[in-house]
């Protein structure tokens, strides 16, 4: 069974950081996209970024510049780092797992999600 598991989430002032981690069991991510994504209260799930299978990053425009993040295969666990943080970045922030080496920002990419973390920034 595939399970994706969330944490370092918590509540930060405007201008803070978190850095979150996803551990992936049941599933080897070496080979395959991964990304996260976050919800807010009342909005659909959108996408926050994507890691291909090599490595290479993708982020929505919103946290450019501001957000970074990194794959450890060997761990099979995915590191997003949140920086500069406001309160629009507040949420709900999920993991989840492709079965293709690339992989966007749509959740129709994606097969494996985990239950999210919860992020909350206040001004």
């Known amino acids: 069974q595939v399970h994706l598991m969330e944490s370092g989430g918590g509540s930060v002032q405007a201008g803070g950081s978190l850095r979150l981690s996803c551990k992936v069991s049941g599933y080897t991510i070496g080979g395959y996209g991964v990304g996260w994504f976050r919800q807010a209260p009342g909005k659909r799930r959108e996408g926050v970024a994507s890691?291909?299978?090599?490595?290479?990053?993708n982020f929505a425009d919103s946290v450019k510049g501001r957000f970074t993040g990194s794959r450890d295969n060997a761990e099979n666990t995915l590191y997003p780092e949140m920086n500069s943080l406001n309160p629009e970045d507040t949420g709900l922030y999920y993991c989840?797992?492709?079965?293709?080496?690339?992989?966007?920002?749509?959740?129709?990419?994606?097969?494996?999600w985990g239950q999210g973390t919860q992020v909350t920034v206040s001004s």
């Open positions: 890691i291909s299978w090599l490595g290479s990053t």
């Open positions: 989840a797992a492709g079965t293709t080496r690339i992989c966007g920002m749509s959740t129709i990419e994606y097969q494996y």
